[in-house]
């Protein structure tokens, strides 16, 4: 069962464009919210995260908009760059209990910016 | 300097062979973890340990075995190799198993091919 579900599976955007890509979760314990990145060849890195008691976290080019309510997240990347051309990660967990702050992993956002 | 190092990078080998791959980090955290990634790119945790203490084993098969000799290595011991054990595998530590020092540090990855 896969605990956060993420779209789109891939995205092509323009430089200079808007790339959103959103996740959703059911697990309303979940406290934690942080999104990966993927260059082709490489481990994952952490690219920004958030916690719930906020609805946005902004830095740099790349925001993360939180809706608690709808049990919804997204990351936002503003003036998209082909540097930014990789797959995208969202993720949660729980940093309390026995789930010892297990990430639950999206399925992945392929990302193409193109010049 | 590398912060987690995996070796090797690529592994092509048979069905039905023994085989290991190895992973240190040298940011002096306390839980590491070990992930399958398959040709779709979904990120799938194995296994973590924390302070050479098992403490998630998810659903894999008993042929795959950790081993984490100190806090500063997991290897991975993989047995009678199957095709469908062909991926990406990874190794990633943090600070800590949970709270706001989770962030994983993933290694480049070993790209495992079983013929």
């Known amino acids: ?115 | 300097d590398t912060a987690v190092s995996q070796t090797p990078k690529y592994l092509v080998t048979q069905m039905g062979n023994d085989k290991s791959i190895k992973c240190e980090q040298n940011l002096g955290h306390d839980t590491m973890y070990w992930y399958k990634q398959d040709s779709k790119k979904f990120l799938k945790i194995m296994f973590s340990y924390n302070n050479k203490e098992l403490i998630i084993n998810e659903t894999v098969p008993n042929r795959f075995s950790p081993k984490s000799p100190d806090k500063a290595h997991l290897n991975l011991h993989i047995n009678s190799l199957e095709l469908g054990d062909s991926a990406v595998y990874f190794c990633a530590s943090s600070q800590e198993s949970w709270g706001p020092y989770n962030e994983q540090f993933f290694g480049p990855g070993t790209r495992l091919t079983v013929l």
């Open chain 1, 1 to 115: 069962q896969q605990q956060v579900k993420q779209s789109p599976q891939s995205l092509i955007v323009q430089k200079g464009g808007i790339s959103i890509i959103n996740c959703a979760y059911e697990n309303t314990a979940f406290d934690y919210f942080p999104w990966y990145q993927q260059f082709p060849g490489k481990g994952p890195a952490l690219l920004i995260a958030i916690r719930p008691d906020v609805s946005e976290k902004k830095e740099g080019r790349f925001t993360i908009s939180f809706n608690k309510s709808a049990k919804q997240f997204s990351l936002h990347i503003m003036d998209s760059q082909p540097g930014d051309s990789a797959t995208y990660f969202c993720a949660a967990s729980i940093d309390r209990g026995s789930t010892l702050g297990r990430l639950y992993f999206g399925r992945g956002t392929q990302l193409t910016v193109w010049p």
